[in-house]
C-alpha cells in the first residue's frame, strides 16, 4: 500500500489538494499509508455544485426511484468489500467483527433505506397526516406536507466509524432528495474517500449527489446557506463551536449532534449472581468494552449492580476479558485491535488515570503481553474500575473512549435511577432484569434521560441486538450532553431533511395533491 494523496470528489471532479497533505497511519505498524488534503479547493463552487446540479437531478426523481439507486449503491459497496476490509484493518487497526459492524453494518442501513423508500412510490413530497378543518364546513382545510429541502447536507463525521457513519446519514438525505457533501474524520478518512470513488466511478448516483473533502474542515461552515443542513459526530467543545458558528447562527441552519456519551448498564435489584440476569449483564458489558476496542459512542461507560454483587461483577466481567486477547488484529486467534490514533491512545491512558482517582482497577489488561505489536502501538488493553464512592463527580462527567467502564454500586433503584441522571444526558442505557413489568417501569424512568433504552431479559438473550448495536429501525441520538439529536428510527430521519410546511386550501385544491 503505497503513500499516495488521496483526492476529493468536488463540483464533479476528483481534485487533490495543493498541500503536501496529512499523513494516515497504520495504527498497529505505525507506517504511513496514504495522505489527506484540501488546500486550496473551491469551497464554494462545490457547495454551488451541490445544491443546483445535485439537487437538481435528485429532486427531479421520484422516493421510489432514490430508493432504486440507493440499492445501486449498494450493490457497489458490497462488490467492493473486501477491500473496505483491508482498508479498515490497515487504517483503524481493527479485528475482521469490528470491521463488519462498521462496513457491513453501513451496507444493512443502506440498504434498509432502500427498503423504505420503496414503500413511499412515486411520490415528489410526502403528506403529513390527514387534512384539519379551519371551519365548520369541510371546505377550506389545512393539510401538512413535507418537500425536500433545496440545500446541501454538509455531514461532519467522526474516526470511529468511517462506512457507518457516511451511509446511516447518507441513506435518508439521499432518499429525501438532498445532496450530501462528507467530510470524514482524517485520522481514517480512507475506508469513507474508497467507498465514494467506488460510487462515484460506477455512476449510480447523479452528478452532484455526493461530494467528498479529505482533510482540514476550514471553510466548510462559512459555506452554508438558510436551507442546508449540518450534520456532526464527534466531541461536544467541536459541536459547541459549529452550533455558535455566525454563519449558522445567522442562516438558522438546521444542525443535527450527535456529541459525548456517559451511557450506562443497569442490572435491576433482587438478582444474585447465579442468575440470568447476572450473566448477561456480564456478557454484554465484557462485549461493549471490547467491540471496536471501546471506540464506540454508544459503548457502556458505567456499569449500575447491587452493591452486594459489586466483587461478582468484577470477578465474573474480569474473567472474560481475560480472554481476550490484544494486538495485531491480522494475526489469527486475536480478538482485539488498537485504538486509531497514537493521540486517542494517549486520551484513553489519561482517562483512566482521571477514573483511577475515585475508583480502584479490578482489571488491568496492561499487564498481559500484546500479541504481535510493539509496546509503542496503538493498542489499549481493556480496563475495568470500580468505583470507590458512587458519587463522586468524575465518574459521572469523564467519558473515556476506548476499553474501559467502571462498576458503580448503588444500594436502592432510585439511587440508581438518580446517578445515571447524572450522566446529563446519554445515547443509550440498557437494562437486566427477568420481571417484565419491573423491566418496563425502569425503562420508562430512563426514557426522559436518554435516545434509546436497550431492555434485556433471558427470554430474548439468544435475538436481542445488542446495547451498542445501532439499529435503522430505532432512534440514535440522546439529549443533553449526547448533543440533543436523532438520525435514524425508520422513516423518521426523513423528517430532517424535509421542509413541513401546513397548506391551506379548499378541499377541493387539496384533493389534487399528486406527486
Same mark, same amino acid.
Given at each position: 500500500?503505497?503513500?499516495?494523496?488521496?483526492?476529493?470528489?468536488?463540483?464533479?471532479?476528483?481534485?487533490?489538494?495543493?498541500?503536501?497533505?496529512?499523513?494516515?497511519?497504520?495504527?498497529?505498524?505505525?507506517?504511513?499509508?496514504?495522505?489527506?488534503?484540501?488546500?486550496?479547493?473551491?469551497?464554494?463552487?462545490?457547495?454551488?455544485?451541490?445544491?443546483?446540479?445535485?439537487?437538481?437531478?435528485?429532486?427531479?426523481?421520484?422516493?421510489?426511484?432514490?430508493?432504486?439507486?440507493?440499492?445501486?449503491?449498494?450493490?457497489?459497496?458490497?462488490?467492493?468489500?473486501?477491500?473496505?476490509?483491508?482498508?479498515?484493518?490497515?487504517?483503524?487497526?481493527?479485528?475482521?467483527?469490528?470491521?463488519?459492524?462498521?462496513?457491513?453494518?453501513?451496507?444493512?442501513?443502506?440498504?434498509?433505506?432502500?427498503?423504505?423508500?420503496?414503500?413511499?412510490?412515486?411520490?415528489?413530497?410526502?403528506?403529513?397526516?390527514?387534512?384539519?378543518?379551519?371551519?365548520?364546513?369541510?371546505?377550506?382545510?389545512?393539510?401538512?406536507?413535507?418537500?425536500?429541502?433545496?440545500?446541501?447536507?454538509?455531514?461532519?463525521?467522526?474516526?470511529?466509524?468511517?462506512?457507518?457513519?457516511?451511509?446511516?446519514?447518507?441513506?435518508?438525505?439521499?432518499?429525501?432528495?438532498?445532496?450530501?457533501?462528507?467530510?470524514?474524520?482524517?485520522?481514517?478518512?480512507?475506508?469513507?474517500?474508497?467507498?465514494?470513488?467506488?460510487?462515484?466511478?460506477?455512476?449510480?448516483?447523479?452528478?452532484?449527489?455526493?461530494?467528498?473533502?479529505?482533510?482540514?474542515?476550514?471553510?466548510?461552515?462559512?459555506?452554508?446557506?438558510?436551507?442546508?443542513?449540518?450534520?456532526?459526530?464527534?466531541?461536544?467543545?467541536?459541536?459547541?463551536?459549529?452550533?455558535?458558528?455566525?454563519?449558522?447562527?445567522?442562516?438558522?441552519?438546521?444542525?443535527?449532534?450527535?456529541?459525548?456519551?456517559?451511557?450506562?448498564?443497569?442490572?435491576?435489584?433482587?438478582?444474585?449472581?447465579?442468575?440470568?440476569?447476572?450473566?448477561?449483564?456480564?456478557?454484554?458489558?465484557?462485549?461493549?468494552?471490547?467491540?471496536?476496542?471501546?471506540?464506540?459512542?454508544?459503548?457502556?461507560?458505567?456499569?449500575?449492580?447491587?452493591?452486594?454483587?459489586? @466483587? &461478582? /461483577? =468484577?470477578? %465474573?466481567?474480569? *474473567?472474560?476479558?481475560?480472554?481476550?486477547?490484544? !494486538?495485531?488484529?491480522? #494475526?489469527?486467534?486475536?480478538?482485539?485491535?488498537?485504538?486509531?490514533?497514537?493521540?486517542?491512545?494517549?486520551?484513553?491512558?489519561?482517562?483512566?488515570?482521571?477514573?483511577?482517582?475515585?475508583?480502584?482497577?479490578?482489571?488491568?489488561?496492561?499487564?498481559?503481553?500484546?500479541?504481535?505489536?510493539?509496546?509503542?502501538?496503538?493498542?489499549?488493553?481493556?480496563?475495568?474500575?470500580?468505583?470507590?464512592?458512587?458519587?463522586?463527580?468524575?465518574?459521572?462527567?469523564?467519558?473515556?473512549?476506548?476499553?474501559?467502564?467502571?462498576?458503580?454500586?448503588?444500594?436502592?433503584?432510585?439511587?440508581?435511577?438518580?446517578?445515571?441522571?447524572?450522566?446529563?444526558?446519554?445515547?443509550?442505557?440498557?437494562?437486566?432484569?427477568? @420481571? &417484565? /413489568? =419491573?423491566? %418496563?417501569?425502569? *425503562?420508562?424512568?430512563?426514557?426522559?434521560?436518554? !435516545?434509546?433504552?436497550? #431492555?434485556?431479559?433471558?427470554?430474548?438473550?439468544?435475538?436481542?441486538?445488542?446495547?451498542?448495536?445501532?439499529?435503522?429501525?430505532?432512534?440514535?441520538?440522546?439529549?443533553?450532553?449526547?448533543?440533543?439529536?436523532?438520525?435514524?428510527?425508520?422513516?423518521?430521519?426523513?423528517?430532517?431533511?424535509?421542509?413541513?410546511?401546513?397548506?391551506?386550501?379548499?378541499?377541493?385544491?387539496?384533493?389534487?395533491?399528486?406527486?
Amino acid at each position: 500500500m503505497s503513500s499516495t494523496l488521496l483526492p476529493n470528489w468536488t463540483s464533479g471532479q476528483w481534485q487533490v489538494g495543493q498541500g503536501s497533505g496529512t499523513p494516515l497511519f497504520d495504527p498497529v505498524k505505525g507506517s504511513e499509508l496514504v495522505r489527506v488534503d484540501a488546500t486550496g479547493l473551491d469551497l464554494p463552487g462545490a457547495f454551488r455544485y451541490a445544491r443546483e446540479v445535485g439537487g437538481a437531478a435528485l429532486r427531479s426523481m421520484t422516493y421510489a426511484q432514490r430508493a432504486a439507486m440507493l440499492a445501486e449503491v449498494g450493490k457497489v459497496l458490497q462488490a467492493n468489500r473486501d477491500a473496505y476490509y483491508e482498508i479498515s484493518t490497515a487504517n483503524s487497526g481493527t479485528v475482521k467483527n469490528d470491521t463488519a459492524v462498521d462496513v457491513d453494518g453501513g451496507m444493512f442501513t443502506l440498504g434498509m433505506y432502500a427498503k423504505l423508500g420503496a414503500s413511499l412510490g412515486d411520490r415528489h413530497f410526502l403528506l403529513d397526516g390527514e387534512p384539519a378543518r379551519l371551519g365548520k364546513d369541510p371546505l377550506f382545510q389545512s393539510q401538512h406536507v413535507m418537500t425536500p429541502r433545496h440545500g446541501v447536507a454538509l455531514f461532519i463525521n467522526a474516526f470511529n466509524f468511517p462506512s457507518w457513519g457516511l451511509w446511516e446519514k447518507a441513506g435518508p438525505a439521499l432518499l429525501s432528495g438532498m445532496p450530501i457533501i462528507v467530510k470524514p474524520a482524517t485520522a481514517t478518512a480512507w475506508l469513507t474517500q474508497r467507498m465514494v470513488q467506488d460510487v462515484i466511478d460506477a455512476g449510480v448516483v447523479p452528478p452532484g449527489a455526493i461530494s467528498i473533502i479529505c482533510g482540514s474542515s476550514n471553510g466548510l461552515l462559512e459555506q452554508l446557506l438558510a436551507f442546508d443542513v449540518v450534520s456532526f459526530t464527534g466531541s461536544a467543545d467541536t459541536a459547541q463551536i459549529i452550533r455558535s458558528h455566525p454563519n449558522v447562527v445567522r442562516h438558522s441552519v438546521r444542525t443535527n449532534i450527535e456529541a459525548d456519551s456517559i451511557n450506562s448498564a443497569m442490572l435491576l435489584p433482587g438478582h444474585d449472581a447465579s442468575s440470568a440476569a447476572f450473566d448477561l449483564l456480564v456478557k454484554e458489558v465484557a462485549r461493549e468494552m471490547t467491540i471496536k476496542s471501546g471506540q464506540k459512542c454508544t459503548a457502556i461507560r458505567r456499569v449500575f449492580v447491587p452493591a452486594a454483587l459489586m @466483587d &461478582a /461483577a =468484577a470477578q %465474573a466481567i474480569s *474473567a472474560r476479558l481475560a480472554k481476550t486477547t490484544v !494486538g495485531d488484529p491480522r #494475526v489469527e486467534g486475536v480478538r482485539m485491535g488498537a485504538v486509531v490514533s497514537r493521540a486517542q491512545k494517549q486520551s484513553v491512558l489519561e482517562g483512566i488515570a482521571q477514573l483511577s482517582q475515585v475508583a480502584d482497577k479490578v482489571f488491568d489488561g496492561s499487564q498481559q503481553p500484546l500479541v504481535e505489536a510493539a509496546a509503542d502501538s496503538c493498542c489499549v488493553a481493556p480496563t475495568l474500575l470500580a468505583a470507590r464512592d458512587a458519587h463522586a463527580d468524575t465518574l459521572h462527567d469523564v467519558e473515556v473512549f476506548g476499553p474501559v467502564a467502571t462498576l458503580v454500586p448503588y444500594t436502592s433503584e432510585t439511587e440508581a435511577l438518580q446517578l445515571i441522571q447524572r450522566g446529563q444526558g446519554s445515547l443509550v442505557a440498557s437494562v437486566y432484569g427477568e @420481571d &417484565a /413489568a =419491573a423491566l %418496563a417501569k425502569t *425503562a420508562i424512568a430512563l426514557a426522559p434521560f436518554h !435516545g434509546r433504552v436497550h #431492555v434485556l431479559s433471558p427470554d430474548v438473550a439468544a435475538m436481542n441486538t445488542g446495547h451498542g448495536n445501532v439499529m435503522p429501525q430505532s432512534l440514535h441520538g440522546g439529549p443533553g450532553r449526547a448533543g440533543g439529536g436523532e438520525e435514524l428510527g425508520g422513516l423518521r430521519a426523513l423528517n430532517f431533511y424535509h421542509q413541513r410546511s401546513a397548506i391551506q386550501a379548499s378541499t377541493e385544491s387539496l384533493n389534487h395533491f399528486t406527486a
